[in-house]
């Protein structure tokens, strides 16, 4: 049965992913002027570009978050939602907010855009990720609050499941967590100590909680399986990611000016982070194997399991990979770090984002699924992405371990510029796998306009 409010859905899924394309345009930029120090200079200065690519990242994964939340808590609780016509107006305000703060970066030096927007009276801009003048930040917690003022109330009048619960925890932890942005201490330890707070605990933390909740959900349509059996799956994964991943935030700690005790937390529970990754893996591709149907969207299901898949690999893997003190003490801050990034980020959280979109459009316009056509299209937009997405991993990665010899370990090591000289040609072929990437995208959107038989939804 298909909810009328559900619909809300459909923009916040169409602005996520043309944020995204932002982000990997000016990822590319970023990739040249790695290469060509000069490039876009002094239009696009290399801070700015990171700046938009980071926050279009977050931006668009928000969007993306939101939209799942939208169509899935009324199918979940079996009403409508709560105030469709509220979703709709944060969605115009988070948007245009997101869209202004984003042309204040191109436009205007960080440091006149932080005294326009009173950062004197209360400081919280310059910090990596949460860069963000302080009206944005207050326009963000607004947006959230609302949100969850419409997600709550449609959860709390209508059916309780698991994936419900779970989603509507994860998404009250992120509004939670964020509010230590605010927090600006003047001593640089204290500072670093809390900024995790916000950075740490969502993306391995709360994050995960809705990853997990939106895979759950989507198996469950694909596959036809008990719902009882996918919630015992979804509650030791995320018994798993809580244990591991609020402890694991001691990783961050080794060398910011906390006690050493930290070395010994954050080494022994960033080991234990892949576990929950590993379940998800093993969860997802268990669910599909059990199945009781032949779901007509075979592109979502392969989403779902790519996400499984790349996001043990690359938060899992790539991040214990770096997570044991006496190896982090050489890699922390190299290309190693970068290489676990693009992987974890791209495997847990674009994936899951792109596997509801997957899911969910098709229905939204009528029909179970896209044109078979349509899907080819779309599972070749997955296979260049994830591809691409592994290469430029292994490149930052040979960069990172080229990086920290030249410049950490060798007996005569070389200056930070003189050893990027060094990894000039990983730094090429990453800017050609992006180029890969982006084509991917490309098709990805473009597979939503190839036309078909149009069958009805499920």
């Known amino acids: 049965m298909q909810y009328q409010s559900q619909a809300v859905a459909k923009p916040y899924f169409i602005a996520a992913i043309g944020l995204f394309v932002g982000q990997i345009l000016f990822g590319l930029i970023m990739g040249l002027q790695y290469v060509m120090g000069d490039f876009l200079f002094p239009a696009i200065p290399f801070n700015v570009a990171r700046m938009v690519h980071t926050n279009l990242l977050i931006v668009w994964l928000l969007f993306g978050f939101m939209g799942a939340a939208y169509y899935i808590i ?157 919630e015992k799956w979804l509650y030791m994964i995320i018994a798993m990611t809580l244990i591991t991943g609020i402890v694991g935030m001691g990783h961050h700690y080794f060398w910011i000016g906390t006690p050493e005790y930290w070395q010994w937390f954050g080494s022994v529970f960033s080991a234990l982070e892949p576990i929950p990754f590993f379940m998800m893996t093993v969860f997802a591709f268990n669910m599909v194997n059990r199945r009781r149907r032949e779901h007509p969207n075979k592109a979502a299901t392969l989403w779902a399991l790519g996400t499984g898949v790349m996001s043990f690999l690359g938060a899992g893997v790539w991040g214990f990979l770096h997570t044991l003190a006496p190896v982090n003490f050489y890699t922390h801050g190299t290309q190693i770090t970068a290489a676990h990034g693009h992987m974890a980020f791209y495997g847990a959280y674009v994936m899951v984002v792109l596997t509801i979109i997957s899911y969910a459009m098709p229905v939204m316009r009528g029909r179970a699924a896209n044109s078979n056509k349509s899907q080819v299209l779309e599972m070749w937009s997955f296979w260049l992405m994830t591809v691409s997405i592994v290469f430029i991993t292994l490149f930052l990665t040979a960069a990172g371990i080229l990086q920290v010899w030249l410049q950490r370990v060798s007996t005569t090591p070389l200056g930070f510029m003189a050893a990027q000289d060094q990894i000039t040609l990983f730094y090429w072929m990453r800017e050609f796998t992006g180029l890969v990437f982006l084509t991917g995208l490309v098709l990805y959107i473009i597979s939503f306009f190839v036309g078909g038989e149009s069958k009805e939804a499920a």
């Open 74 to 230: 009324p199918e979940e609780t079996e009403s409508e939602l709560f105030s469709p016509k509220l979703a709709l107006l944060m969605f115009w305000i988070f948007l245009v907010a997101g869209a202004l703060t984003v042309v204040g970066y191109l436009l205007v030096p960080y440091a006149a855009l932080a005294k326009m927007t009173f950062n004197d009276l209360w400081p919280t801009m310059g910090r990596e990720f949460l860069e963000q003048p302080l009206p944005t930040k207050l326009g963000i917690v607004v947006v959230a609050l609302a949100f969850l003022f419409n997600i709550t109330m449609t959860i709390l009048k209508g059916r309780k499941t698991s994936i419900s619960l779970v989603l509507l925890m994860g998404l009250w932890g992120l509004a939670v967590f964020f509010l230590f942005s605010f927090y600006n201490p003047s001593n640089l330890v204290l500072d670093k100590y809390f900024w995790w707070w916000t950075v740490h605990l969502w993306v391995e933390g709360v994050w995960e909680l809705i990853l997990g909740a939106l895979l759950a959900f989507v198996l469950i349509k694909v596959t036809g399986v008990d719902r009882e059996i996918i």
